[in-house]
């Protein structure tokens, strides 16, 4: 049976807990991707990856990545370690000849690396948002299923991730449990593939990306991970975030009201994603790249039949709105 693989954990989190010193290993890592950076050694660097590392960021993907960044950016004059994320993801503030970025690295346990990120370096503190106060509905029509949900690594691989630890992958399963008809090989088999998105409240979109191909099943785009997507920004500053749309579905603008059950588009393929799904999650700013993911609650939805109220789901329960 065909499952979700990832949904687009800009990061893969190492499975080990790390205290908030930067470790003897950790450094060693480091220091050898600045000098191999610095040397143009972008195969070396290729060769610390772990295996599924180089499954998701091909040799020559990550070749002309880092030609572009040196291209811009320069030499690393110095990496300085700031803090570990959720235990596992250790954030270096960089200083290049050209610039200054973060960049966010993880190993495994066998000191392979098995996460690596270059963002914008801020030390801005962004406001704390631990779940939404405005009251939501879920964001489809029908009862559709929880494929990752939850608070721990087991319900959900999304916790690993700053930005969505409490996000939800969401599939429509029939009563064998499948989420497609017959074979799974096409978009169309999938039972969740153009079934609408509406808003779970009123707000303002703030982000509308739609150009963005359907993937082949079992096929992932990590070039644009989150796919064709919307971003709502509630009256209470909680970001809505809502990925893998269907290419070119979206009916929303980016500056639109819209209210609570309005269509935003349909269901898609797009992005990140090995088969169709919806991904949803709350942030509390708009840019993924410095959120933090917040948990959510809707207000009055039924859960294998029974009525819940203020209620986060989990991992295989089959959920829809009262």
């Given at each position: 049976?065909?499952?979700?693989?990832?949904?687009?954990?800009?990061?893969?989190?190492?499975?080990?807990?790390?205290?908030?010193?930067?470790?003897?290993?950790?450094?060693?890592?480091?220091?050898?991707?600045?000098?191999?950076?610095?040397?143009?050694?972008?195969?070396?660097?290729?060769?610390?990856?772990?295996?599924?590392?180089?499954?998701?960021?091909?040799?020559?993907?990550?070749?002309?990545?880092?030609?572009?960044?040196?291209?811009?950016?320069?030499?690393?004059?110095?990496?300085?370690?700031?803090?570990?994320?959720?235990?596992?993801?250790?954030?270096?503030?960089?200083?290049?000849?050209r610039g200054l970025f973060g960049i966010n690295l993880s190993i495994d346990s066998e000191s392979q690396i098995n996460g690596l990120q270059v963002v914008p370096f801020n030390d801005e503190e962004f406001p704390i948002l631990e779940r939404n106060t405005t009251p939501l509905i879920l964001p489809f029509k029908e009862e559709w299923s929880?494929?990752?949900?939850?608070?721990?690594?087991?319900?959900?691989?999304?916790?690993?991730?700053?930005?969505?630890?409490?996000?939800?992958?969401?599939?429509?399963?029939?009563?064998?449990?499948?989420?497609?008809?017959?074979?799974?090989?096409?978009?169309?088999?999938?039972?969740?593939?153009?079934?609408?998105?509406?808003?779970?409240?009123?707000?303002?979109?703030?982000?509308?990306?739609?150009?963005?191909?359907?993937?082949?099943?079992?096929?992932?785009?990590?070039?644009?991970?989150?796919?064709?997507?919307?971003?709502?920004?509630?009256?209470?500053?909680?970001?809505?975030?809502?990925?893998?749309?269907?290419?070119?579905?979206?009916?929303?603008?980016?500056?639109?009201?819209?209210?609570?059950?309005?269509?935003?588009?349909?269901?898609?393929?797009?992005?990140?994603?090995?088969?169709?799904?919806?991904?949803?999650?709350?942030?509390?700013?708009?840019?993924?790249?410095?959120?933090?993911?917040?948990?959510?609650?809707?207000?009055?939805?039924?859960?294998?039949?029974?009525?819940?109220?203020?209620?986060?789901?989990?991992?295989?329960?089959?959920?829809?709105?009262?």
């Amino acid at each position: 049976m065909r499952t979700i693989l990832m949904c687009f954990a800009l990061l893969l989190a190492a499975h080990i807990a790390l205290a908030q010193n930067e470790s003897d290993k950790l450094k060693k890592v480091a220091d050898l991707f600045k000098e191999n950076y610095n040397g143009n050694a972008y195969e070396a660097i290729f060769t610390m990856f772990n295996p599924q590392m180089k499954q998701a960021v091909p040799q020559d993907a990550l070749s002309n990545f880092l030609t572009g960044l040196n291209s811009q950016a320069g030499k690393m004059e110095q990496l300085e370690f700031v803090r570990y994320s959720n235990g596992t993801v250790a954030l270096y503030k960089t200083t290049f000849e050209r610039g200054l970025f973060g960049i966010n690295l993880s190993i495994d346990s066998e000191s392979q690396i098995n996460g690596l990120q270059v963002v914008p370096f801020n030390d801005e503190e962004f406001p704390i948002l631990e779940r939404n106060t405005t009251p939501l509905i879920l964001p489809f029509k029908e009862e559709w299923s929880v494929f990752w949900g939850g608070d721990t690594e087991a319900q959900n691989y999304h916790v690993t991730t700053e930005s969505q630890k409490g996000a939800f992958d969401l599939v429509i399963r029939d009563e064998n449990g499948r989420s497609y008809k017959t074979d799974g090989r096409t978009n169309e088999d999938y039972y969740v593939f153009g079934k609408d998105i509406i808003a779970p409240a009123d707000g303002e979109v703030v982000l509308v990306v739609d150009g963005v191909k359907d993937n082949v099943p079992g096929q992932m785009n990590s070039i644009y991970v989150p796919g064709n997507t919307v971003i709502i920004k509630t009256a209470n500053d909680e970001y809505l975030f809502f990925a893998h749309f269907k290419q070119q579905s979206i009916v929303v603008k980016q500056g639109q009201k819209v209210k609570q059950g309005e269509l935003l588009g349909l269901c898609g393929n797009s992005g990140n994603s090995s088969e169709p799904h919806l991904h949803f999650h709350i942030q509390n700013v708009e840019n993924m790249v410095n959120a933090t993911g917040a948990k959510s609650f809707f207000a009055e939805i039924m859960v294998n039949g029974e009525l819940k109220k203020d209620y986060s789901p989990v991992r295989g329960e089959k959920i829809k709105n009262k």
